[in-house]
C-alpha cells in the first residue's frame, strides 16, 4: 500500500501531465537507431528534464518510480504501479558531482531495475566514451535496463548513442 505522501505525490503529479503530450520512443526512431533497454526521445522543447522524466513515465507506466540524484541524496519524482510487480527506476543526474562508483554500485545493488542517464550531458562532463562502454556492458551482465535520454535536434547524441552501443 501507498504511503500518503505518495499517494499525494501521485495524484498533483497525474493533474499536471498531459498524457497526449508524449515526445518518447521504445523501438527507435525514422534514421533506425537501435533499442537498448529503454529510452527516451525527448524533443519537446519548452518543458524542464523533470517535466521530461515525468511524459516518459505516463508514456511508459512499466516503472513504477523515478529518482534523480542531488547533492549525494535520491528524491522521488514519480511513482507508478504495475500490477502486483514493483519495478524501480533511477535517474542519475550527471550535471551533479556523481562518482564513477556510483553508477557500479547502483547497478550491481539491484535496488532498482532501470538506469536513466543522460549521456550526452556525461560526455559533457567528462566521461569517456570507453567509461560509457562499461556501464552498458555492465547493466547488460546484471539484466538492468537502461535508459537514454538524447534531445532529437542534437546530432551528436546520436551519433553517440551508436557508438556505446555497437
Not at 526521445?41 to 521530461?52: D, V
Not at 518510480?65 to 519524482?77: G, L, R
Not at 504495475?82 to 550535471?95: D, K, T
Request: hydrophobic share 40%; net charge negative; with cysteine.
Amino acid at each position: 500500500m501507498l504511503s500518503e505522501n505518495l499517494l499525494i505525490l501521485k495524484e498533483e503529479l497525474q493533474k499536471t501531465i498531459r498524457p497526449e503530450r508524449k515526445t518518447w520512443t521504445v523501438e527507435g526512431d525514422d534514421k533506425g537507431i537501435p533499442q537498448w533497454g529503454i529510452w527516451g526521445l525527448f524533443g519537446e522543447l519548452g518543458t524542464g528534464r523533470t517535466q521530461k522524466i515525468l511524459n516518459f513515465l505516463v508514456a511508459y507506466p512499466q516503472l513504477s518510480s523515478v529518482w534523480f540524484q542531488k547533492e549525494q541524496s535520491w528524491y522521488p519524482i514519480g511513482f507508478y504501479q504495475n500490477g502486483l510487480s514493483q519495478e524501480r527506476a533511477l535517474f542519475i543526474n550527471p550535471s551533479e558531482e556523481t562518482l564513477f562508483s556510483t553508477f557500479f554500485e547502483v547497478i550491481e545493488s539491484e535496488l532498482f531495475d532501470v538506469l536513466i542517464l543522460d549521456f550526452g550531458k556525461l560526455m559533457q562532463n567528462g566521461y569517456s566514451l570507453k567509461v560509457l562502454r562499461k556501464i552498458h556492458a555492465k547493466s547488460e551482465k546484471h539484466r538492468r535496463l537502461c535508459c537514454l535520454l538524447i534531445e532529437s535536434d542534437r546530432v551528436h547524441d546520436h551519433w553517440l548513442f551508436e557508438k556505446i552501443t555497437t
